[in-house]
C-alpha cells in the first residue's frame, strides 16, 4: 500500500537559517514525488517534484528536494528560510505501476520566526 | 484568470440533504482529480478521470458519492444524503496527462461542506 509520513507536525526555524521539512513514503514501483504548500486561505500550490534523473530537484521559491531511494525520502530543504515561507507544506507520492491515485502526507507546518 | 475554479466555496445542508459541487479545470488539463480534506489532515483521495472516462475511484467513496465528468470538460461531484461525517473541505484538481511522466496537480479553491 502506498503511503507517506511527515514526522513533524510543525517545524520552526529563525529567519535566514536553513529549513528541512522531513518526508518519507511507501509506494509500489518507481515514486512520482511532489511537494506542495499551502499558504492561509489559499489552495495548495505546486513547489517541485522528482520523476527521475537528478536526486537532487529545484522548485519555486528557492526550495530544493533531495530524493533518497535507500532512505525512500523526499525532504525539503531551503538553504535561507524567510518569514513568508511560514505555511503548510504537504508531501505526495504516486506509484509509476498501477492507478493515478496520487497518496498526501498529513502536513507539516513551518514557521519562520523574524 | 485561467486557473481550476470550483462552485460553491461554502455550502451548508441539513443532514439528508443531496449536494452538487462543480469543479471547472484548466483548459488543456485532460486530468481531473477530487480530493476530501479535514482539519489538520492532507487531501484524501476521491476519484479521478482522464477526459470523460472515470477510471479510479477510491474505497472511501461510498455508494452516496458520485462524480461525472461529461464531455471531458467541467466535472460535477454529488453527495446524496449527506450524513455529519461529510463535513470537509473537497477539493478538485487538474494535470496534463502523459505515459512516460508525471505532472503536477493543479488545485481550485475548495468547496467547504458544512453538514448541520
Known amino acids: 500500500a502506498q503511503s507517506v509520513a511527515q514526522p513533524e507536525d510543525q517545524v520552526n526555524v529563525a529567519e535566514g537559517n536553513p529549513l528541512t521539512v522531513k518526508c518519507t513514503y511507501s509506494v509500489s514501483g518507481n515514486p512520482y514525488l511532489f511537494w506542495y504548500v499551502q499558504y492561509p486561505n489559499r489552495g495548495l500550490q505546486f513547489l517541485l517534484k522528482?520523476?527521475?534523473?537528478?536526486?537532487l530537484v529545484k522548485g519555486s521559491y528557492g526550495f530544493e528536494a533531495e530524493f533518497n531511494k535507500s532512505q525512500t525520502s523526499f525532504h525539503l530543504k531551503k538553504p535561507s528560510a524567510l518569514v513568508s515561507d511560514s505555511a503548510l507544506y504537504f508531501c505526495a507520492v504516486r506509484g509509476d505501476t498501477g492507478g493515478f491515485k496520487t497518496i498526501f502526507g498529513a502536513g507539516t507546518r513551518l514557521f519562520v520566526k523574524a | 484568470d485561467t486557473g481550476v475554479s470550483q462552485n460553491p466555496r461554502h455550502k451548508i445542508t441539513k443532514r439528508g440533504q443531496n449536494v452538487t459541487f462543480r469543479c471547472d479545470p484548466i483548459?488543456?488539463?485532460?486530468?481531473l482529480y477530487w480530493y476530501r480534506q479535514t482539519l489538520g489532515q492532507g487531501p484524501e483521495f476521491l476519484t479521478y478521470f482522464q477526459n470523460e472516462a472515470q477510471l479510479e475511484k477510491s474505497r472511501l467513496l461510498s455508494d452516496r458519492f458520485s462524480a461525472e465528468r461529461p464531455k471531458g470538460s467541467f466535472s460535477t461531484l454529488e453527495i446524496q444524503r449527506t450524513e455529519q461525517g461529510d463535513s470537509a473541505m473537497y477539493l478538485c484538481?487538474?494535470?496534463?496527462?502523459?505515459?512516460?511522466?508525471?505532472?503536477?496537480?493543479?488545485f481550485g479553491p475548495g468547496t467547504r461542506l458544512t453538514v448541520t
Open positions: 483548459s488543456e488539463h485532460n486530468r
Open positions: 522528482y520523476i527521475t534523473g537528478d536526486n
Open positions: 484538481a487538474s494535470s496534463l496527462g502523459g505515459r512516460a511522466t508525471a505532472y503536477e496537480q493543479y
